[in-house]
């Protein structure tokens, strides 16, 4: 069913020569998808109904917290302990009954985000970890949509524009051109641990509501292939452009791929190099299936007792090494490491994607923790 527009609500908006009335009717016919409905989220979720976006799409399993309170302003005492997407879904409904809110309430993942995002013209990223942002602008690229990126901490944020071909220069780079990998799990600071102001998220969603505000009026010039930086303790601005980056590394490029790729393991910092540590091998071991692969020869000691593996010595790998196939984790493993690294460098050639990894130190090391 065709909308209809609003002329009286949206009329201060429209005097502006750059939107008029057609600018107006691309924002009523526009899908924008927004990642987390936290403390980016609710502002650019606000804005981007007030001004009049069509259909807004929000993913958020989460519920509310009074802890969310400080920053989070669409939500109030009365709404705590109920799912934020549902709260959108009614809150931004009563703000503006022109927009159609569609609420998924469950958190974005491998196995949904393609179906959801292919759904919607432009994503607003809203989210506070570093699985879910990869996740997102992986899935942004194979799709080919445009991805308003944001960020906050303690007084300081940042807003930007991915995977958008610049007009001016034709170049288009992705979130894995300005982080071509992510930091270890010691170095990430949170709000959670090291704080937030609350006014502050509030500056950077509504700025990235703007970002695709100008997207999809073509009005202005969209903060293409940079990074904004907000820091609010001594109200000053400045940008930095990205380029593409050759030496970002190997990621998904295709929906096979995507639905395969681990980003919770990606950005767990326990794998260097394509290996895997004892400790992290034993985590495996007991928390999910695994596909354990020998590459000794046959006469090599000590035998792997108490775990189920397959052995293709490295001599018969070539002949042999489709045997492994398999939709687990794969560990490849040695005497000391040294063959196995080779053997996973040689499988993630063919698949790139792939969650292989080489035991650190071989089966020597393994064995040493079991001395007692």
Request: net charge neutral.
């Amino acid at each position: 069913m065709k909308k209809q527009l609003n002329y009286n609500r949206y009329q201060r908006q429209m005097l502006l020569p750059e939107l008029g009335v057609t600018g107006q009717k691309k924002l009523l016919n526009a899908k924008v998808l927004v990642i987390g409905a936290g403390g980016l989220g609710c502002p650019a979720l606000q804005y981007l109904a007030a001004a009049g976006v069509g259909t807004i799409g929000v993913v958020d399993g989460d519920k509310v917290d009074e802890s969310n309170l400080h920053r989070q302003i669409l939500y109030n005492d009365s709404d705590l302990g109920k799912y934020k997407s549902q709260n959108v879904n009614v809150k931004l409904t009563n703000l503006n009954p022109d927009c159609c809110v569609v609420s998924y309430k469950q958190m974005i993942n491998s196995e949904n985000a393609l179906s959801i995002i292919a759904e919607y013209d432009i994503v607003v990223d809203g989210s506070d970890n570093y699985p879910t942002r990869y996740l997102v602008n992986d899935a942004c690229v194979i799709l080919k949509k445009p991805l308003v990126y944001g960020a906050v901490l303690q007084f300081e944020g940042q807003v930007g524009v991915f995977n958008l071909v610049d007009k001016e220069t034709d170049v288009q780079v992705s979130y894995r051109d300005l982080f071509p990998k992510p930091p270890h799990p010691s170095e990430v600071n949170n709000c959670a641990e090291s704080g937030v102001i609350g006014v502050l998220p509030g500056i950077i969603g509504t700025m990235q509501a703007a970002e695709a505000i100008k997207i999809i009026t073509g009005i202005g010039k969209p903060l293409c292939n940079k990074v904004l930086i907000y820091n609010l303790k001594n109200a000053s601005f400045y940008d930095f452009e990205i380029r593409p980056n050759l030496a970002k590394g190997v990621f998904p490029q295709t929906a096979s791929d995507f639905y395969k790729f681990d980003y919770e393991w990606f950005c767990s910092g326990e794998v260097i190099n394509g290996e895997i540590s004892i400790a992290s091998f034993e985590e495996l071991l007991f928390a999910e299936e695994l596909t354990i692969i020998d590459v000794r020869e046959k006469h090599e000691l000590p035998v792997l007792e108490g775990l189920q593996y397959l052995s293709i010595p490295m001599s018969e790998w070539e002949t042999r090494k489709t045997e492994f196939i398999s939709n687990k984790k794969v560990v490849v493993v040695c005497q000391s490491g040294t063959r196995s690294l080779k053997v996973v460098h040689k499988i993630k050639e063919d698949h790139p994607s792939r969650g292989i990894f080489s035991l650190h130190g071989g089966v020597n090391a393994w064995i040493k923790t079991k001395v007692v």
